[in-house]
Nanobody
Framework: QVQLVESGGGLVQAGGSLRLSCVGS????????MGWFRQAPGKEREFVSA???????YYGDSVKGRFTISRANSKNTVSLQMNSLRPEDTAVYYC??????????????????WGQGTQVTVSS
């Protein structure tokens, strides 16, 4: 059974940092793009960041320059270093893995596997 398990969420003051991690099991994801989405209450789930099998990285406009995505050598772990956090970053953060073939890295529909989510709360 394929599973993605996120960790590292929590409560932090504005300007602080958190590091999210996601570990996959049940199959290897080395050939897939891995990414992060987030969903705030009452809002659509939105793209945050992704990293391809070749280590190319992509970021949503609202997090560019503040968040950094990376993946471990095993390729089954993806991390998201979040700096200079803002109250508007408050959301449930989800780890995801793309389908073998997808049209755009930014769309939820391109992703096959999802974690259960981890809450990030940034206080002002």
């Amino acid at each position: 059974q394929v599973q993605l398990v996120e960790s590292g969420g929590g409560l932090v003051q504005a300007g602080g940092s958190l590091r999210l991690s996601c570990v996959g099991s049940g199959r290897t994801f080395s050939s897939r793009t891995m990414g992060w989405f987030r969903q705030a209450p009452g809002k659509e789930r939105e793209f945050v960041s992704a990293i391809t099998r070749g280590d190319s990285t992509y970021y949503g406009d609202s997090v560019k320059g503040r968040f950094t995505i990376s993946r471990a050598n095993s390729k089954n772990t993806v991390s998201l270093q979040m700096n200079s956090l803002r109250p508007e970053d408050t959301a449930v953060y989800y780890c995801a893995v793309t389908k073998a073939i997808y049209s755009t890295i930014y769309a939820k529909s391109s992703y096959d596997y999802w974690g259960q989510g981890t809450q990030v709360t940034v206080s002002s």
